[in-house]
């Protein structure tokens, strides 16, 4: 697939670099704000991936894609092509949809298996033996651990006793981004996600946990979330390093409380 | 050897290299791949301190000079680990051989240490070549890269039966340490590359051989971490931890650092420069230098004194690898013994 063949022509609405979005595009840039990295758990648009968004007369959603390095994990660059096909598509007015990973050394299978609808299996004919969902919901898990540990230091800092956590609900943590991501997170991994299921679970089984367990999930909770946010500030650093234009929707991450997105040097 | 404030430092870069990756070493139709992972590895430079940066040009064909000023001359280094890596689908000549580190090396004795490589899908004959190195390199480690493209095969698993049947002849060769370098492609391409599941296996199944995860396990920190607490014979490769983190994102590497500490332990942490991405004498200065930051968020972390610091930029390593320490250079009697097996357990 030749990325040249989706310059922008006459008829396009185009989002400017780094800005919001605006006219027909600004629908599709929202949906692709949905579509997330899974293994950075932030979305495409924020990490600076997307560099081209339109909607042509005929309803043809065009998208191009950028990832930090050329050899980034080809699985993780389907998902994200193939999750960005399948929000466009639910875009009011978009008739079909072209996403167009660049500079990537899978790219031309990547792009074609998306475009063909066929699945991964497809798209790596004799490279992989199964679907993705298997993927997905190891890094879902990875980053309900991750939700887990914003939330609890949300609330210790408000002045929860640790050693009663394991008895509060997600509804007793007070409304906050935190909160809301990781509930979003629990149900997309079809654990129990509402106000009044137990505030610590095993991602794996969606139990609560038992009260003597806690210590070391809070534990692995934070070390989880500190190397998907370290790895995070490396793949942004990589892609600053890569390209020197900034992403359609590109902002820094909302995670960190302390201040490291302002330190990229 | 660096000194500061009075405390001395015997430096062993545990993971260097001496690569070619310049187009006269591109095969003819894979250019694209070679041009892009040297590309890769520069973009990994630009996290470190900006007068540090290299231009591509010579980033992907440095000399011989250049690496003996860079490393031992201005980087501090007593002893360096070449580790090797083929890619001999990309590069003609391979990008990092065995071959090339002991052409160079021979001409500086002393302050090398050779290790070399294996692909369990190459066979017996790749057994044979094994043999060969080890006898002609007197090489006491390996470097794997499990992403390794082969004749159609996109890597492969340390737990394969065939990387077993590799393990236990390199064990019987004389190989007492293997470094794991992870890689965005294996087969099946449908699972996690970068999971160290396959590490803990081998790990456990080969209690005798040391498995150094390189950049530990980044980036799946948390992964490797809950392993290496698990097995004492699994040590932490900071390659890239202190090269890409301790410039550009200072908090995070020392929450990393922290995080290495509690789990892993300061007797199995073990400094790499990852030369030529990073230059050595920066890391090593910083590293010196660093302190645990003083803040509520890290204030259950093991903080690490002038002594931890000697061990993770030195004297593990010249455990692991047999490497002679001056007296000067080693630790007090009653500061403990780095890196004993036995003591691994969770740190708390």
Request: aromatic share 0%; charged share 10%.
């Given at each position: 697939m030749t990325a040249a063949t989706a310059g922008p022509a006459t008829g396009l609405q185009l989002a400017g670099p780094g800005g919001s979005g605006s006219g027909a595009a600004a629908p599709l840039l929202a949906a692709l704000a949905t579509v997330r990295d899974p293994e950075l758990d932030e979305p495409i648009t924020d990490l600076g991936f997307v560099t081209a968004c339109a909607l042509t007369a005929a309803g043809v959603a065009e998208v191009r894609l950028r990832l930090p390095t050329y050899f980034c994990a080809p699985n993780f660059a389907y998902l994200m092509v193939a999750d960005a096909y399948d929000a466009l598509m639910a875009v009011?007015?978009?008739r079909s949809a072209r996403v167009v990973l660049e500079d990537h050394f899978a790219a031309e299978a990547i792009n074609g298996g998306v475009a063909a609808q066929a699945g991964f299996v497809h798209a790596f004919d004799g490279e992989a033996?199964?679907?993705?969902h298997g993927l997905r919901a190891d890094f879902l898990r990875k980053a309900v651990l991750a939700g887990t540990d914003r939330v609890c230091r949300e609330l210790l800092a408000g002045g929860a006793d640790r050693a009663r956590?394991?008895?509060?609900?997600?509804?007793?943590?007070?409304?906050?981004p935190a909160r809301d991501r990781l509930a979003q997170r629990r149900a997309e991994l079809g654990v129990p996600a509402g106000d009044d299921a137990p505030l610590l679970i095993d991602p794996a089984t969606g139990a609560a946990l038992d009260p003597d367990a806690v210590p070391l999930h809070l534990r692995r909770a934070r070390l989880t979330r500190i190397s998907i946010e370290s790895n995070g500030s490396i793949c942004r650093g990589m892609l600053r390093h890569r390209y020197d234009t900034a992403g359609l929707g590109e902002s820094p991450p909302v995670t960190c409380h302390h201040g490291d997105e302002g330190e990229d040097r | 050897m660096y000194e500061k404030d009075g405390e001395k430092y015997f430096v062993v870069d545990g993971h260097m290299h001496y690569w070619n990756a310049a187009p006269d070493n591109w095969v003819p139709g894979a250019e694209q791949y070679a041009k892009g992972w040297i590309e890769c590895f520069h973009a990994y430079m630009g996290?470190?301190?900006?007068?540090t940066h290299w231009t591509i040009e010579h980033f992907q064909k440095y000399s011989e000079d250049d690496l003996m000023k860079d490393v031992f001359e201005d980087g501090h280094v007593d002893v360096a680990v070449f580790q090797p890596t083929y890619l001999l689908e990309w590069y003609k000549e391979g990008f990092n051989t065995t071959e090339r580190n002991a052409a160079m090396g021979e001409k500086h004795p002393g302050k090398f240490v050779y290790n070399t490589r294996f692909d369990p899908r190459d066979g017996d004959e790749g057994l044979e070549t094994l043999r060969r190195n080890v006898a002609r390199y007197g090489s006491k480690g390996v470097k794997l890269y499990t992403a390794e493209w082969n004749n159609g095969s996109r890597g492969y698993k340390l737990s394969d039966p065939g990387a077993y049947r590799y393990l236990a002849a390199a064990q019987e060769l004389g190989i007492k340490n293997v470094h794991v370098h992870k890689g965005p492609t294996i087969w099946p391409l449908d699972k996690d590359a970068f999971d160290v599941a396959d590490v803990d296996h081998a790990a456990t199944d080969f209690p005798d051989l040391n498995f150094i995860v390189e950049h530990v396990g980044l980036p799946r920190i948390e992964d490797f971490c809950f392993m290496a607490t698990q097995e004492p014979n699994v040590y932490a490769g900071l390659a890239v931890v202190i090269g890409g983190l301790?410039?550009?994102r200072p908090r995070f590497f020392a929450k990393v650092m922290g995080e290495l500490l509690f789990w892993v332990g300061e007797d199995k942490m073990l400094f790499g420069s990852d030369y030529a991405i990073w230059e050595p004498k920066w890391q090593v200065e910083g590293f010196v230098d660093w302190e645990m930051p003083d803040a509520e968020e890290f204030s259950d972390y093991p903080r690490l004194t002038a002594t931890g610091k000697k061990k993770i930029l030195g004297l593990n390593a010249a455990k692991l690898y047999d490497i002679e320490v001056p007296a000067e250079y080693q630790l007090p009697a009653d500061a403990g013994t780095p890196a004993a097996r036995d003591d691994a357990q969770l740190v708390d």
């Open positions: 009011p007015g978009v033996v199964g679907e993705l956590l394991h008895a509060l609900t997600l509804g007793d943590a007070p409304p906050s | 996290l470190g301190p900006p007068k301790m410039h550009a």
